[in-house]
């Protein structure tokens, strides 16, 4: 029903930044809500932002103020602007479809993540 794909990830040093872009192909992607995920290595998967169909955002508390997600309708297109990145960043950053409810996110549909790697 949904595809998903992710672009964007790579290795850069510590305060600098990176835009991840993900596309949505034959999706309603301007009903659904849509987040990004990432998990890093050996820890647990979390849910880093989530933006509505009407633009409401959602973030993890240690990304606020640094990264800021957003989408393109038109395009089908999501965004997630990282700045001044830390190495604790380092990820898969996952996009993903859903539904935004009752102030919280639920997953239905996944990209195959992308690698983000930031070096002190």
């Known amino acids: 029903q949904v595809l998903l794909v992710e672009s964007g990830g790579g290795l850069v040093q510590a305060g600098r930044s990176l835009r991840l872009s993900c596309a949505a192909s034959?999706?309603?992607?301007?009903?659904?809500?849509m987040g990004w995920y990432r998990q890093a290595p050996g820890k647990q998967r979390e849910l880093v932002a989530a933006?509505?169909?009407?633009?409401?955002?959602n973030y993890a508390d240690s990304v606020k103020g640094r990264f800021t997600i957003s989408r393109d309708n038109a395009k089908n297109t999501m965004y997630l602007q990282m700045n001044s990145l830390k190495p604790e960043d380092t990820a898969v950053y996952y996009c993903?479809?859903?539904?935004?409810?009752?102030?919280?996110?639920?997953?239905?549909?996944w990209g195959q993540g992308t690698q983000v790697t930031v070096s002190s």
């Open positions: 034959r999706s309603r992607f301007s009903a659904n809500a």
């Open positions: 993903n479809a859903g539904r935004w409810y009752d102030n919280n996110y639920y997953p239905d549909y």
């Open positions: 933006i509505t169909s009407g633009g409401f955002t």
